[in-house]
């Protein structure tokens, strides 16, 4: 499979989306052509790069003819060997991977949300026409996360996989802490530095995150779930008073993505959660990504990386474009069998049956008997109060309400959110309840 065409001494590709990481491959292909060269011992020609705008100037000077409009014209080149997919989002790249496949081409894509939802039918195709699709930057752009899985860590059973897998949410939450800037000028700054998704929404509210998650748990774990089945709660309802507190308890703020085995099956969720100060997912900033792994014969092995951004995303797309060309894509891609309907997935757990600890924060009248009420929810449901903070108004002529933060031990997520229902109702309560996760 794949491995017949690269004996060849010229390797033409192609690439889709001409966008930010578009720009940063073709920066690397044709700045730096000497080092592909040496890692392939073949030269690598990037002919066309197919994108619907070529009139915009970009930061690189192209050979004329590289740029067109027509990829059908592309797929049907059989010269060109290798497709590179940066369109991103779900149409038209779905039909693109597909039309490479099937006219005997290679792909290699930083699409996650691509794999993770069309993942079943595009691997079947690449099975099918005898093609393999790359996709190591589609997870934490330039740390080689899919690689370390999906070979040198293969010895092990996994029992977790931590992470912080989406740098826009990360390189906000950084900035809101610091207290120099409000989430809203974070979010601009983010989608300034070209980390941010098109719809910087999905990096807010989780969705990106999952998706990558889902991925990660199909290399690490053989689980074959669609990324909408899985929770996940985004940063938005986050205020810098969390900010405080969590501090004040030792804790850092990061949007975690945790996949857990455990003898019920496998845990999967994105939440934003406190990380103790001493855990290294803690101090990892900015629009890093970091991934820390548990095997049960390698222990705990951790990755730090940039997770976005032009050159070190388009510097895992180089990485695939080289292991396709040596034929070590077509290896991996035949012994993983990934997204293969036919083979039986983990068990997935409900998620009323997780178990963890809670931040609670409680906007609340301040008036005798609160902390009993929400103390008598709480045992009622059998969760257990680990710690307590209130503070003496700043404001003295604002006596009548304040903030509660509870931290539980641990406790069944039904149970959980039931109380989040229950507590809600209370007449003392002034507003939802923010709720995140805390984790050691
Ligand atoms: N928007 C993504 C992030 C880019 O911020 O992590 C990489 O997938």
Redesign the pocket.
Known sequence: MGLEIYFMEKVKVALFGFGTIGTGVAKILFNHADRITQATGRTVELVKICDKDITTRRDIELPSGVLCTDAESVFSDPEIKIGIELIGGLEPARTFVLRLLENGKDVVT?N?ALIAQHGNELFATARKFGRTIAFEA??C?GIPILSALSTALQANTLQSINAI?????N?ILSQMESGKTSYRDAVLQ?QKLG???ANPA??VDGT?AVQ?LTILAQLGFGANVSWQSVPRLGIESIESIDFRYAKELGYRIKLLAVAECSSGGLELHVSPTLVKGDNPLARVRD?F?AVRIVGDSVGSVFFQGL??GQLP?ASAVLGDVIDTILGRTAITFRTLNLWDSAKPSIAIKSPDEFFGKSYLRFSVQDQPGVMHEISGVLGGLGISIASMIQHEPENKTNTKSTVLILTTHEAREGDLLEAIIRLEQLPALLGKIVRLRVQN
């Not at 897998?165 to 949410?169: I, K, L, M, P, Q």
Request: without cysteine.
């Open positions: 930083a996650k589609a997870v752009g897998v989406n740098g826009t949410s390189y983010a980390y941010a998704e999905m990096d990106d990558k629009a990504n997770g976005a995303t």
